[in-house]
Nanobody, 122 residues
Framework: QVQLVESGGGLVQAGGSLRLSCAAS????????MGWYRQPPGKQRDLVAI???????NVADSVKGRFTISRDNAKNTMYLQMNSLKPEDTAVYYC????????????????WGQGTQVTVSS
């Protein structure tokens, strides 16, 4: 059974940084493509960044140059380093196991964590 636990969110001023973590159990992070998604209030959930089994990464244009996705295989954990945060980055952030392992295209699986709230004040 796949379990994903997101953490690291919080309230930060514009220009600040946060690092989100996604601790996984029931799935090997390094053997899968894993993605970060976000859902602003009243909007749909969209892909932010993805890392494939082979380590290729892709990030959304809206966060390119500011967000970095990575993983720690020993800890079976994925991360999202978020720098130069903007108010429009405010959302609940979720991690997910991609249904396809070797693509940076989003094919979200059925297992979602509870999410972690990121709020960026202006």
């Amino acid at each position: 059974q796949v379990q994903l636990v997101e953490s690291g969110g919080g309230l930060v001023q514009a220009g600040g940084s946060l690092r989100l973590s996604c601790a996984a159990s029931g799935v090997i992070v390094s053997d899968n493509a894993m993605g970060w998604y976000r859902q602003p209030p009243g909007k749909q959930r969209d892909l932010v960044a993805i890392i494939t089994r082979g380590g290729r990464t892709n990030v959304a244009d809206s966060v390119k140059g500011r967000f970095t996705i990575s993983r720690d295989n020993a800890k079976n954990t994925m991360y999202l380093q978020m720098n130069s945060l903007k108010p429009e980055d405010t959302a609940v952030y979720y991690c997910n196991v991609n249904r396809l392992k070797d693509t940076t295209n989003p094919y979200p699986g059925n297992s979602w964590g509870q999410g972690t709230q990121v709020t960026v004040s202006s």
